[in-house]
């Protein structure tokens, strides 16, 4: 009976012991997620005439990209505000012809995509060209499968509850009517509109995530200080859309922000950011007219 009961409280000692390991070990794990460490890389710039280089060159950059968009989102929100009927029943559309000629429409809706490619391009050339590799910000092919499953969940992830937020919004009169695409039926419209859904995440996941925070890094702002900011850049250039709009747009944009922060991935964003824009785009378009709940 000693022996039996001697070991009985061993083992109740050892549960008790690996039980507040592993309560610590997820207490760390939580708290490095809340409130990551600032990578060695990039190193924080001293110089002041480097800083203030970095610094007019991220503001020129979103000037003329997504910041701007930002700007013109918000008037857009103030002029539906302004009107007479509610947001909910004003309608906006993303995706919308551009010529009434089929070819012209086709052509200008490649270079709108093609716009977009390059504002992200943009973005990854001045972090390159300040002396940075590609791998630094995870756009490299090292685990492609990974990054694919990574992006697939965040699909799930985000897609359902963002579609949740953005009907509950609506019918509280919070949210626009958004169409995501009005384009025709034509040959070219499931492809051009896979092409917009690259093209909108490639943009906004690189300047947005990859560019924006690392530079906050090379200017000493801390993770989350950086993140917030990042976040609600990324909801700002929604707020055409309502203020659902903007709120799930930023929250978007904490999951994915931190998720770049502790992961060094950008690729997972893109391929979910791509997947949700399909969804939304093509769907839309395939099921418009069909279904009645939607707008």
């Not at 190193?43 to 203030?52: F, G, M």
């Not at 919308?96 to 809706?109: C, G, H, M, S, Y």
């Not at 169409?179 to 859904?197: I, N």
Request: charged fraction near 15%.
């Amino acid at each position: 009976m000693i022996r039996i009961d001697g070991y009985r409280s061993s083992y109740a000692a050892d549960l008790v012991f690996y039980g507040l390991g592993y309560r610590a070990t997820v207490s760390n794990a939580t708290r490095s997620w809340l409130n990551p460490p600032r990578p060695a890389e990039p190193v924080a710039l001293i110089d002041p005439a480097a800083r203030r280089a970095v610094l007019i060159e991220v503001v020129l950059v979103f000037t003329v990209t997504l910041g701007l968009s930002g700007m013109r989102s918000l008037l857009s929100l103030v002029d539906s505000l302004l009107r007479p009927e509610p947001l909910s029943e004003q309608r906006v559309a993303i995706n919308v012809p551009q010529a009434t000629a089929d070819l012209i429409d086709l052509l200008k809706q490649l270079l709108s995509i093609t716009q977009l490619v390059g504002w992200g391009a943009l973005g990854v050339y001045l972090l390159w060209r300040g002396g940075m590799r590609l791998a630094e910000i995870g756009l490299d092919r090292r685990h492609p499968r990974r990054d694919l499953l990574w992006g697939l969940g965040l699909t799930a992830l985000i897609g359902l509850p963002g579609l949740a937020l953005y009907f509950v919004g609506w019918k509280l009169g919070f949210n626009l009517a958004v169409q995501p695409s009005t384009l025709d039926e034509t040959w070219w419209r499931p492809v051009t509109l896979t092409m917009a859904a690259f093209g909108n995440s490639f943009a906004e996941e690189m300047l947005v995530v990859g560019y924006l925070l690392t530079r906050l890094r090379q200017l000493g702002v801390r993770e989350n200080s950086a993140l917030l900011l990042s976040a609600v850049l990324r909801g700002s250039y929604h707020l055409y859309q309502g203020f659902g709009g903007f709120i799930g747009n930023v929250v978007m944009g904490l999951v994915f922000g931190r998720i770049w922060q502790r992961t060094n991935r950008i690729w997972p964003l893109v391929v979910a950011h791509t997947m949700l824009d399909i969804f939304a785009f093509v769907g839309y378009a395939l099921l418009r007219g069909r279904v009645s709940w939607l707008p």
